[in-house]
């Protein structure tokens, strides 16, 4: 071929695309340039790769092989070296409703079958009038499932909140702060972006008054000192009051989530949107929050995700969660093993991984999904 | 073609624009701007950098707001009322320089959010309004996709049919071919010259100066926030009166 660094040059033969080398591709290839690049990289991977095979073959030692999955407190009591499944067992029902009565359990069944199929009714695709439950999964279902559960309707006898507890007090806990704090934190949002004076520093105040609170004084306000400046007689909910202080305290880190994503989008959405003689509302509502809101996804089960294990912070007002229920079971003499604490901490932090993970998951999905092709 | 309208229908001009001033902050960015357009006119508007053609033009659909003199478009003056505002921004489209396209909407719905929103027509009406548009600028086949999968050009034509599926009586333009690559700011003036020739009413802030002596009836010069001249695109070009406006076209004429 001719010297390319003369003045005139013109290419005849022109250059194959050619695969690229095999070392640096394929799974060998991804093995050496990644594990064993270095001896120091190798040495690493190998002491890094025992010590983790090492714990994990532990931990499923402890909780799978070596663990008690049949027989009473004996049998526990026998093998202090695995954990002690059969206390969940016993205490399920217990961990499940709390102090919920026995023959209206069926009622906390009837919510939760509800709640899974709503959610995955409005999270498949392809699912016929999915619009509408989702419609009903937000605006319905949490006064709906209020009723079943305290009763008072349809003629069910009330079962009240004080004997709610285990997971489906966690479970109401977190939803109905996830169902106010994602519209509340948009107005919020929409409002500290307002050029209005009064609405401006109403929802900056109140953001950067709940935001700046610890969630333990809100709930320490709400459960001793709120029934202070009621009236005597009066009896405010203790769970609802809890429940108000939880979805103010999740708005105000909401607001600011959205308005991270109002503010990352560019001006010419605005300018677009008003060219076209949108009113304000429709141009947030078909322009600005679509794409701010997915701009945020991550933040947004973010806050979700602390919100649903903040819940576990109701135990210091004596309300009993998941945690706080398998707390006090713990403490039954009748079960004053060994294993059975760590058994108990374990299973909440399962329940609670698997449900977080599932919303990151969850997460992740809708944010391929609304992906359109555009990157900023 | 480049004759100044008939004198009758000067009489009903569809921008009126009377002693403007405009301030960011402290700063006179327009000032005492005269300016009438009749139905039909075209109208380039060029000037250096930071001359305020932007503003001038985002002023007539209130995407910046005046703060003295009088804005009466199609015969509605530009007040803080809302009514005022809603309905001059139902006449006037705009085309941006950066497109400003929706990017979570497909080609089609950028097209019919506005017409079904704003105008409330059927969305059947809305789409047939809205594919004719698209094959007036050319790109039918791509109404179903994504902005984001679509060339500068392509998406600035589709920027275009927008505003058009609204079916304004004016049409403004805010550098529409400055961000596209050369080879593709021909078929966006392609289509502004089609466009022009169905007798859209047009104001252009465009460097192209081909494209403003083929299809301007009036080229405006601007400088420091005032208009320093304007007059018929052959004269203007041949036959410029002031020094900042020779010195002007010096400098984009050279090459
Ligand atoms: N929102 C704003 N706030 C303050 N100053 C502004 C604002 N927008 C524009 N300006 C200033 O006003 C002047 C005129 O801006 P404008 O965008 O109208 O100029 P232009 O003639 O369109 O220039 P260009 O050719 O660069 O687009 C500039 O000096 C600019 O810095
Ligand atoms: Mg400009």
Known sequence: MKNQNTVFFVRKEFAPSRPAPASTVGVLGWIRNNLFSTPFNSLLTVVVGGLGAWSIWGALDWLIFNAVWVGGNEACKANPNGACWTFIGTRFDQFVYGFYEKPERWRVDLVILVLFVGVFWTGWEKAPARRWAGGFMLILFPWIAWGMLYGGIFGLPIVETSQWGGFILTLVVSLIGIIVSLPLGILLALGRRSNMPIINSTCVFFIEFWRGVPLITILFMAAYVLPLFFPTGMNFDQLLRALIGFAFFAAAYMAEVVRGGLQSLDKGQYEAADSLGLSYWKSMRLIILPQALKAVIPGIVNTFIGLFKDTTLVLIIGLLDLLGMVHAAIADPNWSIRSVPTTGYAFVAITFFTFCYGMSRYSRFIEDKLNTGHQR | ?255
């Open chain 2, 1 to 255: 073609m480049n004759t100044l309208p008939n004198p009758e229908s000067r009489a009903q001009p569809v921008i009126q624009i009377q002693k403007m001033n405009k301030w960011f902050g402290q700063f006179h960015v327009l000032k005492e701007i005269d300016l009438e357009v009749v139905t039909g006119e075209r109208i380039v508007i060029c000037g250096p950098s930071g001359s305020g053609k932007s503003t001038l033009i985002r002023c007539i659909n209130r995407l910046e707001e005046h703060q003295e003199g009088q804005i009466v478009v199609d015969g509605v003056e530009l007040t803080n009322d809302l009514k005022h505002i809603e309905h001059v921004r139902r006449e006037v489209g705009m085309v941006f320089q950066h497109f400003n396209l929706f990017p979570h909407l497909t080609v089609l719905e950028n097209c019919t959010l506005a017409p079904i929103w704003v105008r409330k027509q059927p969305k059947a009406e809305a789409e047939a309004t809205a594919m004719k548009y698209l094959e007036r600028v050319k790109i039918p086949e791509q109404a179903e996709k994504y902005p984001g999968q679509l060339s500068g050009g392509q998406q600035q034509r589709v920027a275009i049919a927008r505003s058009l599926c609204m079916q304004p009586r004016i049409m403004l333009f805010d550098e529409p071919t400055s961000a596209l690559d050369p080879e593709m700011i021909k078929e966006v003036l392609d289509v502004m010259i089609e466009l022009a020739d169905t007798g859209m009413t047009m104001l252009v802030v465009t460097h192209e100066m081909g494209f403003a002596r083929t299809v301007a009836n009036r080229v405006i010069f601007m400088d420091d926030g005032q208009i320093i001249e304007q007059n018929k695109p052959e004269e203007f070009f041949n036959n410029p009166q002031s020094d900042r406006t020779k010195l002007f076209l010096s400098q984009i004429l050279q090459h």
